[in-house]
């Protein structure tokens, strides 16, 4: 299994369990707890993980997202906010309600 393989397996399997420990994921891997961390690393530049010390910790997947689901990007999201500012009310916080739910979720949202 090639490093790439085995990292989106990593981040399929974390979207299926939302939270795991690193050296959990590094028996079933069958690799060294540093190479799941670097793993976990490098995934967090283009996922939602993260990790937590102590009781309970570990990594973690944010709350609300899902996986394959495709999310707006920070441009249009941007674009969209600018058209929110000219319009009514209930049209701004019906719009507004539809960024919310395709916006991707981050760490702390529930």
Do not use: W
């Not at 939302?18 to 590094?26: E, F, G, K, P």
């Not at 993980?49 to 309970?56: A, K, R, S, W």
């Not at 999310?71 to 309600?97: C, G, P, R």
């Amino acid at each position: 299994m090639t490093a790439y393989e085995r990292r989106t397996k990593l981040f399929e399997t974390m979207c299926e369990r939302r939270h795991d420990t690193i050296s959990n994921l590094a028996f079933e891997f069958n690799v060294s707890e540093r190479t799941i961390r670097y793993d976990i690393e490098k995934l967090t530049c283009y996922y939602p993980i993260y990790t937590t010390q102590g009781t309970g910790g570990g990594v973690h997947i944010v709350d609300g997202y899902r996986y394959g689901f495709r999310y707006l990007a920070n441009e249009e999201i941007k674009f969209l906010e600018s058209i929110v500012a000219q319009l009514d009310v209930d049209k701004a916080t019906k719009m507004q309600k539809i960024i919310n739910r395709y916006k991707m979720p981050t760490r702390g949202a529930a």
